[in-house]
């Protein structure tokens, strides 16, 4: 196999899992690691990913990848996330939850609760709980994001404002080492900092791979999140950090 072919298969590994290794990448495509090396050194060179120690990971940007592309990646363990959340949150609760493909598997998962009053800034998340016909919906106002169904701005705000939720339920689009929840829309930022301020409780779903992404605009800490649901077990160093904040951690199996 030409390197020509194996650059679209390494970065389809690395938008899957979050990195690519080079002892991984030389096993799968039975090449040297100083061939894989080479590769990897040629696509940081183009800006496709960015080199780590061992290997690499998707370059740190100013832009989302798209919203079909997000909804694929670790589909598996998004469900797997979803349901493990599901679980903890009882019936007869208000929930607010926000935009990304995480919150709508969640969304999903929530379809045999019962007398839950659901505020969403999430399009799809509301055509979703329309299966649920034991779920009351509200949806914010403001403006629609059309790559993929959020609403944003200060209409969001303002109606997310009016309430006090039992719980709610956000994304992120990547969690820094120090423990930061980021995202790339600042309008989405506002949006995420009041839900957190109007919730008694907090969930933040997400899987592996924002463990090794990066984006541009600080949401909050991981300290005040209540229940971090993941896939895989946190880097050492900020799972003792969330320890020391009190923010739990539940793997999904």
Known sequence: MSQ?????????IARRDGKVTVDGLARHFGVTLQTIRRDLSELADAGRLERVHGGAVLPSGTTNIGYEERRALNAEEKVAIARTCAASIPDGVSLFMGIGTSAE???????DHRELLVVTNNMNVANILVANPHCEIVV?????????????????????????????????????????ILDFDIQEVSVSQTILRHARRSFLVADHSKFSRSAPARVDSLAAIDTLFTDRPLPAPLARKCEVWGTRITQAQ
């Not at 020509?4 to 389809?12: A, D, H, K, S, V």
């Not at 598997?105 to 379809?111: D, I, S, T």
Request: hydrophobic share 45%; glycine share 10%; net charge negative.
């Open 4 to 12: 020509t072919f194996r650059y679209p298969e390494i970065l389809e």
């Open 105 to 111: 598997a969640v969304a999903q998962a929530l379809l």
């Open 140 to 180: 914010t106002g403001g403006q629609l994001r059309r790559s993929d169904g959020g609403l944003v701005g200060n209409m969001a705000v303002a109606t997310i404002a009016q309430f006090k939720f039992d719980l709610a339920v956000i994304s992120c689009s990547a969690l820094d080492r120090d423990g930061d």
